[in-house]
C-alpha cells in the first residue's frame, strides 16, 4: 500500500460534476440549452479561481457515457456547443499555460470533435501551469474496464505478467495515469451522487455537494468548498492520532 501524501490546505487536484444546467434553464421557462450554455460561462469561473489557487489539476465531467441517451436534440445541441468551446477557448488556454487533456470513449464524437481534442493536447501537451482535464464520453466503470482490457491484451501478448499486475499498474492505465488522485470533489446541482464518474480515482477524496446549480457557480462557493476542504481531515484509513502526528 502506498503511503498517504502529505497533508495540503489547497487542493492539488479538484474534480467536479458541473450539474444542474437544465434545471438552470427550465426555472427560466428557457431550453436546456440554454442551460449549457450558461454553464459554459461557469467553466471560466472555475478555472480562473483555480489558476489564482495554485491547483495543479483540474478534472472537468461535462459529458457522461450516459448522457449519449438524452434527447438527441439535446446532445446534437452540447456536441455543437462542444465544438464551439474548443475553437473558441483552447488557444487561450494554451496562451496562459494550460495542458488541456480528454478522457473518455471519444468513439461516439462526431470526427471535427475528435479532431479538435487530438489538436488541443498536441498544442498545449508542453504546458506546466495546470492540467485541465476534461471527461467527455467519460464513465468511471468504462475506465476501468478498458484498463482491464488493455492490460489483458498485454498479459496475452506476453508484455505484462499477471503475477505483477497490483493497484499502481491498474491505475497506470486509467484516464488519469500521471496526475495525484482528486483531493477535493465538488458536485453542483444538490444531488449527492456520484454518477459513474471517477469510481477508482474517488476513493480517497474529500466530497463536498451544494444545491447552487452549476450556471449560478461563483467565485464565493468555490472558496467555501475550499474552506471546508482546508479543515478536513484527512486519515486513509489511520487514527487521528497518527495523522496528526501524535501517539502512533
Ligand atoms: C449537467 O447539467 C450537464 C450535462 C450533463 C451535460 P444537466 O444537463 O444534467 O442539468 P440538470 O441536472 O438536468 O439540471
Ligand atoms: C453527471 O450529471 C454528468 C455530468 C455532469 C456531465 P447527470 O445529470 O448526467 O447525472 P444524473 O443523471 O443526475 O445522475
Ligand atoms: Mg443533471
Known sequence: MSSPPPASRTPRHLAVIMDGNGRWAER?????????????????????????????????????????NRPQEEVGALMKLFLRMLDSEVEEMHRRGMRVAFIGDRSGFPEPIRARMAQSEALTRDNRRMVLTIAAGYG?????????????????AGRVDPASIDESLVQSRLGLAGLPEPDLFIRTGGDVRI?????WQLAYTEMWFTDLLWPDLDTASLQAAFDAYAARERRFGLTSAQVSGGAA
Do not use: M, Y
Open 28 to 68: 427560466r421557462q428557457r431550453p436546456r440549452t440554454l442551460g449549457h450554455r450558461a454553464g459554459a460561462k461557469a467553466v471560466q469561473v472555475c478555472i480562473e479561481f483555480c489558476l489564482a489557487n495554485g491547483v495543479e489539476a483540474l478534472t472537468l465531467f461535462a459529458f457522461s457515457s450516459e448522457n449519449w
Open 140 to 156: 468511471g466503470r468504462w475506465d476501468i474496464t478498458q484498463a482491464c482490457r488493455q492490460l489483458a491484451e498485454d498479459a496475452a
Open 195 to 199: 454518477s459513474n464518474f471517477l469510481l
